[in-house]
DNA sequence: TTAATTTTACCGCTATAACAGTAAAATAAT
DNA sequence: ATTATTTTACTGTTATAGCGGTAAAATTAA
């Protein structure tokens, strides 16, 4: 799904990790602005800064659609 | 997953759904070379973009973690 | 084969994401 | 309450994604 709530939950995540966005950011190797932006759901965000911050929070993607089931 | 066949599987996608590269483009309101990098697994590309695409292919994403299971 | 289509790969230009500061809200801890 | 921490929301600057145009490969159709 166009996940809207992508930013809640990686809100939850990095709260459940015990990282403020600060911490998150410099062990994604992205700025705090990014992370920031992330949890707020800007979807204009890089894919590569989105996937940096999904790894280090353990969180997966995975795309489905009719032909891949 | 950090799937590295994204790009495959849009190409896959827009293929079995008859469309152009170009024609994708349109459908999903980005320039083709936006399509080009997508399908290419060109991860800097921007998280709204790669959703429009997603949307006229009818892929959907999930977000999967220990936490979420 | 040849012709038509599509994909790949450039180009220059424009818009803006990302960044590190900074500071003020908001929240949490004492 | 006060203090410390964190988040939010700005800034100016820099890097680059995205764009349409073009043209050459590659693929497909005739």
Redesign the interface.
């Known amino acids: 799904?166009?996940?809207l709530n992508?930013g809640a939950?990686i809100k939850?995540?990095r709260k459940?990790a015990g990282l403020t966005q600060l911490e998150l950011a410099n062990l994604a190797g992205v700025g705090k602005t990014t992370v920031f932006d992330i949890e707020k759901n800007k979807?204009?965000?890089?894919?590569?800064n989105?996937?940096a911050v999904?790894?280090v929070?353990?969180?997966?993607?995975?795309?489905?659609?009719?032909?891949?089931k």
């Open positions: 799904m166009n996940n992508l939950l939850d995540h459940k979807e204009t965000v890089r894919l590569n989105l996937f999904l790894r929070l353990n969180i997966k993607i995975e795309f489905k659609s009719p032909l891949t």
